[in-house]
């Protein structure tokens, strides 16, 4: 989720994660006790080397002034391109500087190095961004923490009660048949759309049509019930939801900026108020519906079986309170993050026709007449999901993340850091890093298939090194999920909804740009989106 939504980050607090770091840090399998024995060990190194005078302090870090800092957002048009700012900054000051822009003090790194070096810090319960606000939402009406105002092991509860669902490739599995229904009803309202177009083929702002996708998408696995977001009335409550989420995401980044004093003047708290309270309000509705049919299914003598919600509410790890706030989190993590990633894909795919073509001819190969791929097929089609990574590598929806290292100082290039410092994670500008990407902005899938990736990773993330002499790169420098036990929950879910859907579509489709489309440049409104609408021509295969 971005600096918010799939995992509260925003652009300028941002927030994210690493499979390998679990071996170079401790991790929640310590024994009780040792992670502060280690803080301690490390802080008394951090005082060691600053005595010996080997290490700068933080007021030794480069960075721009207020003025400066202001100049670029609001006259430079940096606002809504944190993105590149990234970049901007990190030619200016190096890989390693500071902001200070009103209440925010933020470190950020911008190299995969440095990258790893915060995440091989971050501690037992890693902390991503504090967001005092969002508690203060919660205590303000009664509610659970969840999984982004939670910390320490009650943060580790949670997630473990998430876990084996949503991170288990065979329990994930389990999601493919709702999944699937879900992508036939994509195929329909595709359908429908094009033939109602002028020319009988475009389908206008295609991301809109992937967010009533992702949504249906996530719902039906979370509340195990069809919402019908992607029939011609959408519900009211999907609707609602959607602008909340909205609001909540800008109005999360305004409120933290004024102070306290301020909020009886200024409107912005009370929208943050009210778009929490709507999303709250929807997510309970559709939970307390579930329940009372689960109710009713086990008063008739019948086995209340289902997925998520029902498996959650059953295990006893977690409180009802607890259980409305979570299916909240994971409804805001898991909508425009898939959302936007498929639209830049077929973005990319309706523009590169060589790719589009070979994407078909595996998808076509591994399941011929239109079968629907099941998940053994995704292990035969490797070219689809180098097509996903280098989407998310080009668009990395979650541009920027962040950790809070609360418990001890730590030492980041030279540099001593205090603790209760906010670390920028600058991760679009590690994935357009020529040195670690040659072409870095072109956009070459075939990038993830040379060479074999060994000795980590092997399905995904490009966190393994590859054999001598082929394709090589950090890797921190591509974790469009996250790493480590704060690594993105909906990950493996994500993948099946993205790997389904755009599979399918290429066995029905073959997506086109409108004559004289513009290009469309991401922007950042927390998750880096199109910065225009994304208008599509489908074209029936024969
Ligand atoms: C393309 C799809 C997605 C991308 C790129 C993505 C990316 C991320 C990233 C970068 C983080 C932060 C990880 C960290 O701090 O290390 C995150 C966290 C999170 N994501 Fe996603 N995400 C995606 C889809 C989803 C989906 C489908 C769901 C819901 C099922 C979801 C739910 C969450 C949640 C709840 C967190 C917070 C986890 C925690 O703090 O413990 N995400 N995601």
């Given at each position: 989720m971005g600096s918010q939504v799939c995992g509260a980050?925003?652009?300028?607090l941002p927030a994210l994660c690493a499979r390998i770091l679990l071996a170079a840090r401790p991790g929640p399998e310590l024994r009780p006790g040792a992670s502060t024995a280690i803080s301690a060990r490390r802080n008394l190194n951090v005082q060691t080397a600053a005595e010996a005078g080997k290490l700068k302090s933080i007021d030794d870090l480069p960075g721009p002034s207020l003025s400066t800092t202001l100049y670029w957002l609001f006259v430079k048009g940096y606002a809504d391109k944190s993105h590149l700012l990234q970049g901007l900054q990190k030619s200016l000051y190096g890989p390693i500087w500071r902001s200070r822009f009103g209440p925010f003090d933020i470190v950020n790194v911008a190299s995969p190095e440095l990258i790893a070096q915060v995440i091989r810090q971050e501690g037992r319960y890693p902390v991503r961004a504090d967001l005092p606000h969002w508690k203060e939402y919660r205590d303000l009406r009664g509610q659970a923490y969840g999984l982004h105002v939670d910390v320490g092991p009650e943060w580790y509860r949670i997630r473990s009660a998430l876990n084996p669902k949503m991170l288990k490739l065979r329990e994930v599995s389990a999601f493919a048949p709702i999944i699937h229904q879900v992508v036939g009803d994509l195929l329909h309202r595709i359908d429908l759309l094009r033939s109602r177009s002028e020319d009988q083929t475009t389908v206008s702002d295609v991301a809109a049509e992937l967010y009533k996708f992702g949504f249906e998408g996530i719902s039906s696995i979370l509340f195990?019930?069809?919402?019908?977001?992607?029939?011609?009335e959408i519900p009211q409550e999907t609707l609602r939801f959607i602008n909340a989420a909205n609001d909540m995401l800008t109005m999360s980044e305004t409120v933290v900026i004024f102070p306290r004093w301020s909020r009886g003047i200024l409107p912005f708290w009370k929208r943050f108020v009210q778009a929490w309270d709507d999303l709250y309000d929807v997510a309970q509705t559709l939970i307390n519906r579930r329940i009372a049919e689960i109710e009713a299914q086990l008063h008739r003598g019948e086995p209340a079986e289902g997925m998520y919600l029902t498996y959650l509410l059953s295990s006893d790890k977690l409180t009802r309170a607890e259980v409305y706030i979570t299916i909240t989190e994971l409804l805001l993590g898991g909508v425009d993050t898939t959302s936007n990633t498929l639209s830049w894909v077929l973005y990319h795919l309706a523009r590169t026709r060589e790719v589009q073509d070979r994407l078909y001819q595996e998808v076509n190969s591994v399941c011929p007449d239109r079968r629907e791929p099941t998940t053994d097929d995704l292990s035969r089609m490797p070219y689809l999901k180098a097509v996903i990574k280098e989407t998310l590598r080009l668009?990395?929806?979650?541009p920027g993340n962040g950790r809070f290292i609360s418990d001890s100082d730590v030492i980041v290039d030279n540099y001593w850091i205090p603790k209760k410092t906010q670390f920028h994670l600058c991760h679009y500008v590690s994935c357009h890093d020529e040195s670690e990407f040659t072409d870095a902005e072109l956009f070459v899938p075939d990038r993830w298939l040379r060479g074999e990736v060994s000795?980590?990773?092997?399905?995904?993330?490009?966190c393994g090194r590859t054999t001598p002499g082929t394709f090589q790169h950090h890797p921190y420098s591509f974790i469009p999920f996250g790493v480590g036990v704060r690594a993105c929950v909906g990950k493996r879910v994500a993948e099946l909804e993205m790997y389904f859907a755009l599979s399918r579509l290429m066995q029905h489709y073959e997506v086109r740009p409108e004559d004289g489309a513009p290009t469309v440049e991401p922007k950042t409104r927390t998750l880096l989106i199109p910065s225009k609408p994304i208008n599509l021509r489908f074209l029936p295969r024969a």
């Amino acid at each position: 989720m971005g600096s918010q939504v799939c995992g509260a980050w925003s652009s300028r607090l941002p927030a994210l994660c690493a499979r390998i770091l679990l071996a170079a840090r401790p991790g929640p399998e310590l024994r009780p006790g040792a992670s502060t024995a280690i803080s301690a060990r490390r802080n008394l190194n951090v005082q060691t080397a600053a005595e010996a005078g080997k290490l700068k302090s933080i007021d030794d870090l480069p960075g721009p002034s207020l003025s400066t800092t202001l100049y670029w957002l609001f006259v430079k048009g940096y606002a809504d391109k944190s993105h590149l700012l990234q970049g901007l900054q990190k030619s200016l000051y190096g890989p390693i500087w500071r902001s200070r822009f009103g209440p925010f003090d933020i470190v950020n790194v911008a190299s995969p190095e440095l990258i790893a070096q915060v995440i091989r810090q971050e501690g037992r319960y890693p902390v991503r961004a504090d967001l005092p606000h969002w508690k203060e939402y919660r205590d303000l009406r009664g509610q659970a923490y969840g999984l982004h105002v939670d910390v320490g092991p009650e943060w580790y509860r949670i997630r473990s009660a998430l876990n084996p669902k949503m991170l288990k490739l065979r329990e994930v599995s389990a999601f493919a048949p709702i999944i699937h229904q879900v992508v036939g009803d994509l195929l329909h309202r595709i359908d429908l759309l094009r033939s109602r177009s002028e020319d009988q083929t475009t389908v206008s702002d295609v991301a809109a049509e992937l967010y009533k996708f992702g949504f249906e998408g996530i719902s039906s696995i979370l509340f195990e019930t069809r919402l019908g977001c992607l029939q011609e009335e959408i519900p009211q409550e999907t609707l609602r939801f959607i602008n909340a989420a909205n609001d909540m995401l800008t109005m999360s980044e305004t409120v933290v900026i004024f102070p306290r004093w301020s909020r009886g003047i200024l409107p912005f708290w009370k929208r943050f108020v009210q778009a929490w309270d709507d999303l709250y309000d929807v997510a309970q509705t559709l939970i307390n519906r579930r329940i009372a049919e689960i109710e009713a299914q086990l008063h008739r003598g019948e086995p209340a079986e289902g997925m998520y919600l029902t498996y959650l509410l059953s295990s006893d790890k977690l409180t009802r309170a607890e259980v409305y706030i979570t299916i909240t989190e994971l409804l805001l993590g898991g909508v425009d993050t898939t959302s936007n990633t498929l639209s830049w894909v077929l973005y990319h795919l309706a523009r590169t026709r060589e790719v589009q073509d070979r994407l078909y001819q595996e998808v076509n190969s591994v399941c011929p007449d239109r079968r629907e791929p099941t998940t053994d097929d995704l292990s035969r089609m490797p070219y689809l999901k180098a097509v996903i990574k280098e989407t998310l590598r080009l668009y990395p929806v979650v541009p920027g993340n962040g950790r809070f290292i609360s418990d001890s100082d730590v030492i980041v290039d030279n540099y001593w850091i205090p603790k209760k410092t906010q670390f920028h994670l600058c991760h679009y500008v590690s994935c357009h890093d020529e040195s670690e990407f040659t072409d870095a902005e072109l956009f070459v899938p075939d990038r993830w298939l040379r060479g074999e990736v060994s000795g980590g990773d092997s399905d995904g993330d490009g966190c393994g090194r590859t054999t001598p002499g082929t394709f090589q790169h950090h890797p921190y420098s591509f974790i469009p999920f996250g790493v480590g036990v704060r690594a993105c929950v909906g990950k493996r879910v994500a993948e099946l909804e993205m790997y389904f859907a755009l599979s399918r579509l290429m066995q029905h489709y073959e997506v086109r740009p409108e004559d004289g489309a513009p290009t469309v440049e991401p922007k950042t409104r927390t998750l880096l989106i199109p910065s225009k609408p994304i208008n599509l021509r489908f074209l029936p295969r024969a």
